[in-house]
């Protein structure tokens, strides 16, 4: 069994700063990309930030320059520091992993329970 934790969301004022961990955590053979997805309400589930199990980022054009992701490989953790937040980044954030489970597995996708950010003053 494979678990995404999340962690880190709240309530921030505008031009503020949150940081979102993400821990994955039982039988893991291999993480390949890992990375963060946001939905609003009324709205589709988008991706905001990936990265490679090699280090390569992707983001949104909307996050970019004021968004980081990171990972720490040893730890399979996955970090979002959203910097400058606007109340457009309101939205339940999402941690994504594409994880083999046992050697012999191929990757599948595993998803967190989704952790709640809202900005507004």
């Known amino acids: 069994q494979v678990q995404l934790v999340e962690s880190g969301g709240g309530l921030v004022q505008p031009g503020g700063s949150l940081r979102l961990s993400c821990d994955a955590s039982?039988?893991?053979?291999?993480?390949?990309?890992m990375g963060w997805y946001r939905q609003a309400p009324g709205k589709q589930r988008d991706v905001v930030a990936t990265?490679?199990?090699?280090?390569?980022?992707n983001y949104a054009d909307s996050v970019k320059d004021r968004f980081t992701i990171s990972r720490d490989n040893a730890k399979n953790t996955v970090y979002l520091q959203m910097n400058s937040l606007k109340p457009e980044d309101t939205a339940v954030y999402y941690c994504?992993?594409?994880?083999?489970?046992?050697?012999?597995?191929?990757?599948?996708?595993?998803w967190g329970q989704g952790t709640q950010v809202t900005v507004s003053s």
């Open positions: 994504h992993a594409r994880i083999a489970p046992y050697a012999w597995s191929s990757y599948r996708n595993f």
């Open positions: 039982g039988i893991i053979f291999s993480i390949n990309d």
């Open positions: 990265m490679t199990s090699g280090g390569t980022a």
